[in-house]
């Protein structure tokens, strides 16, 4: 056993504790007037803080009663050092600054959480909890964790200049983390630019931020459908058709994936369509029918911009392609009811209506 007189005992300050496993120095930091609070008043707490050093977890109400205020010997016992090899032995002394530092950062911030909790369970004191946290995320400005807390208080509190900031830099950060897989962000990406405009549009009241929000989202984030369909809808709301299937152009040629290219010139036709350009639909449909994949939708559009024409049997022959490559009995069973109707009303086909519409019924 180590000899409990080996190191001396001393008198702490009152701002610090020494863990008893390693003898490390701790602050009670921005727990230490909650907690002494509760002791004067005699409220009972619980919860553990953790030694920076080594990691080890002590009651709260210990540590914040003053146990251990004091320097004593570790009660632990001391292991004998191993007998190394001389081949075996290192010549230079392995520095473990960074994992200390480390483990003394994930003290610091468990002990900001507690307190922000503390403050927000005991009388709603968001002002404080919000001071803890932004001082969590000082200490680590990246850490996930403390901005998904500081991120839920401000938006029950409206604080959405706030909030945007930090859902912006949770976007850029990871935008840009290779370690990342493709499709895990794809999603997150997506998921705070779609955050991020419908704040900027349901609570800011400012549409057009929301826009641009949406257009960001895209350009990271090309093949997104749930960034798309705001961004159409704002598009409409904003009439800003040719500027914004511009800036899709633009993210299509960057592309380095045929088929996502693809998609972003047929969601630039699907603009100048609702535009009522047609003839810039075409040439957006001409581009996407050199590239790759989407071969359904291409042929959907082509059926759009022939209807529009009131090319009525170039329409149905689209359409018939359009039914070739579905597979879902409802999306055959549609499309065959869409030609059969082409084939009554326009093309004045009975039997080819009725032929139409028996398939139509074999799907439903």
């Not at 990691?55 to 320097?71: I, M, R, T």
């Not at 499309?335 to 032929?355: M, N, V």
Request: net charge negative; hydrophobic share 35%.
């Amino acid at each position: 056993m180590v000899d409990e007189h080996e190191k001396p005992e001393m008198k702490g300050n009152g701002e610090n504790w020494y863990c008893p496993y390693c003898s490390c120095e701790n602050p009670k930091g921005a727990l230490r007037e909650i907690y002494e609070e509760k002791i004067a008043n005699g409220e009972p707490f619980s919860g553990d803080v953790y030694c920076g050093e080594c990691s080890k977890a002590l009651p709260s109400q210990e540590v914040f009663q003053g146990k251990y205020d004091l320097l004593q010997a570790p009660c632990r016992e001391k292991e004998q050092d191993p007998v190394v090899p001389p081949e075996l032995q290192q010549t230079e002394p392995v520095d473990n600054t960074e994992a200390k530092d480390n483990t003394s950062v994930k003290g610091l911030l468990a002990g900001y959480y507690q307190a922000a909790e503390m403050c927000l369970a005991d009388g709603d004191d968001t002002d404080q909890a919000l001071t803890h946290l932004e001082d969590a995320l000082e200490l680590d400005p990246a850490n996930r964790e403390t901005q998904e807390r500081l991120v839920a208080i401000y938006e029950r509190i409206g604080e959405w200049d706030l909030l945007m900031d930090i859902l912006a830099e949770q976007a850029e950060l990871v935008g840009t983390a290779d370690e990342v897989a493709a499709a895990q962000k794809t999603q997150e990406v997506t998921s705070h630019f779609l955050r991020m405009g419908q704040i900027l549009e349901e609570k800011q009241n400012d549409p057009h931020a929301a826009w641009k929000v949406f257009l960001a989202g895209l350009e990271l984030c090309p093949g997104s459908e749930e960034l798309w369909e705001p961004f159409k809808r704002l598009t409409a709301r904003e009439g800003a058709w040719k500027k914004a299937a511009t800036m899709i152009i633009t993210v299509a040629k960057r592309q380095q994936t045929p088929e996502v290219a693809t998609s972003l010139y047929l969601k630039a036709a699907t603009l100048y369509f609702d535009a009522g350009k047609d003839d810039e639909a075409k040439e957006m449909l001409k581009v996407a029918k050199k590239g790759k994949g989407h071969r359904r939708r291409l042929w959907e559009c082509y059926a759009t911009l022939y209807m529009r024409r009131k090319d009525f049997l170039a329409a149905v022959t689209a359409y018939v392609k359009v039914y070739g490559k579905s597979s879902a009995p409802q999306a055959r069973h549609m499309y065959a009811s869409i030609i059969s109707d082409i084939y009554k009303t326009s093309l004045e086909d009975e039997a080819e209506a009725t032929r139409w519409q028996s398939i139509a019924s074999e799907n439903q």
